[in-house]
């Protein structure tokens, strides 16, 4: 059984024993070292892992998910959503939760009590969503397609290949060249399949997702897992034969790092899930306000087309908010941060950035035309459950700082605002 280690964001890992907590734990000297070189690569991207704090201390940024180090240390990250420091089985669900709905992932639970019954790690949770889809895919049945095989025979079967034929040597001119069609399962689908679910079978620590994967296993022997995942991805057919396969394929692409915001790459091939919270969070909030916005209103993700200034006959500094609803004449522009605020806290204003306010008054300039509201959404926690008053810009803009509550899945305040929702 390799070591589970359960932490959230800007958790502190060390070397030392220490009790562990979900803000702090402890981890092998060989774990450390390999996060120290895997945060070296991310420095490198631009982003960061983690913040070395000393030889003997690391403290996490917000990505959220689970990590595999080459030991066989599994490092799963929670969101912070809320203070207490036991709050576990809460996070999980509130990850898988936020996971499903920002990829759009479809599930075969009854819903929030199946969710809470197995209190696995994020990792056995995806694939078991995988494994629960694949099962009922091969109930309904595989696909399979014909095959052109050309081979060499002493016997006719199907097209004799008559220009190969005839270029037998004297001495085989007893063989025939011919080419015919195998109805065979290896198609690029069900290769991609089997390749997540080797993978699985290979990952896996829960009794009942090993049980069934090796079950499902032996179902799909005849078939070779995919060599060339991007060519075999581009190949999945989306027919109306297909349909049945449609549940399976965004689970079959997480298993296989195709899917995510953020998967590790480099010689070791473990297994990697991790998210950039603030993107996670942004397509949730999206998710939610496609279902709230009225048929009326059209809501538009990462809105393109505007930029800050104009530059040499061109145009430079493309704006790009994270959410642009739009309905009729009017527009509202909406974005969202991954920050903790805290009303209390007044001479700080409240924990907001500057540089925020900046880029919501170049939005509103560009998109608004300067008249209309802002909405800056951020996660509700007990140092910030109500909307604070409307930050005047002038000239008829303003912008709201509101919450989202993510057990409840509503955005406070937002009936104060002119926002259309549907009721």
């Not at 011919?178 to 699985?200: G, K, Q, T």
């Amino acid at each position: 059984m390799k070591p589970l280690v359960s932490v959230r964001e800007y958790a502190r890992l060390t070397t030392e024993a220490v009790p562990s907590s979900l803000d702090r734990a402890h981890i092998s000297v060989t774990a450390f070292d390999w996060l120290c070189r895997l945060n070296e690569s991310f420095s490198r991207a631009g982003a960061a892992l983690v913040q070395v704090e000393g030889r003997r201390w690391l403290k996490l940024d917000n990505y959220v998910g689970v990590l595999e180090t080459p030991c066989g240390t599994r490092l799963e990250i929670l969101p912070k959503h809320i203070e207490a420091d036991t709050c576990l089985a809460q996070s999980r669900l509130l990850l898988r939760r936020m996971i499903q709905a920002a990829l759009d992932l479809p599930t075969r639970e009854a819903g929030p009590a199946a969710l809470e019954l197995f209190d696995a790690p994020t990792s056995e949770w995806v694939m078991r969503q995988f494994l629960q889809a694949l099962d009922y895919l091969l109930k309904r049945g595989l696909r399979f397609d014909y095959r052109r095989v050309e081979q060499e025979q002493r016997f006719l079967r199907g097209q004799l290949n008559v220009a190969a034929q005839l270029r037998q040597p004297p001495g085989r001119q007893q063989r025939f060249q011919i080419r015919h069609d195998l109805f065979l399962p290896d198609r690029a689908e069900n290769r991609l399949l089997r390749l997540a679910l080797d993978r699985v079978c290979q990952t896996t620590q829960e009794s009942g997702n090993w049980r069934l994967a090796h079950e499902l296993r032996g179902l799909l022997l005849e078939i070779p897992p995919s060599r060339q995942i991007r060519e075999d991805l581009r190949a999945w057919r989306n027919d109306r034969l297909m349909t049945h396969y449609q549940p399976v394929k965004p689970w079959c692409e997480l298993i296989i790092n195709q899917q995510m915001p953020l998967a590790v790459a480099g010689a070791w091939q473990g297994l990697s899930l991790l998210f950039p919270m603030e993107k996670l969070f942004e397509r949730y909030v999206a998710t939610w306000l496609k279902q709230a916005l009225p048929n009326t209103a059209r809501l538009t993700t990462q809105a393109t087309g505007k930029y800050l200034c104009g530059h040499d006959g061109g145009r430079i500094f493309r704006l790009q908010p994270d959410l642009l609803v739009q309905r009729g004449e009017q527009r509202w522009v909406l974005d969202t941060k991954w920050k903790r605020l805290d009303t209390t806290n007044r001479s700080d204003n409240y924990g907001l950035d500057q540089a925020d306010f900046y880029q919501m008054f170049a939005y509103g300039r560009q998109y608004l035309a300067g008249q209309g509201e802002l909405i800056l959404i951020y996660p509700r926690r007990a140092a910030f459950r109500e909307a604070l008053a409307p930050f005047g810009f002038g000239d008829g803009m303003r912008l709201w700082v509101l919450p989202f509550d993510l057990e409840s899945e509503e955005l406070i305040g937002v009936a104060q605002t002119t926002l259309p929702m549907s009721t």
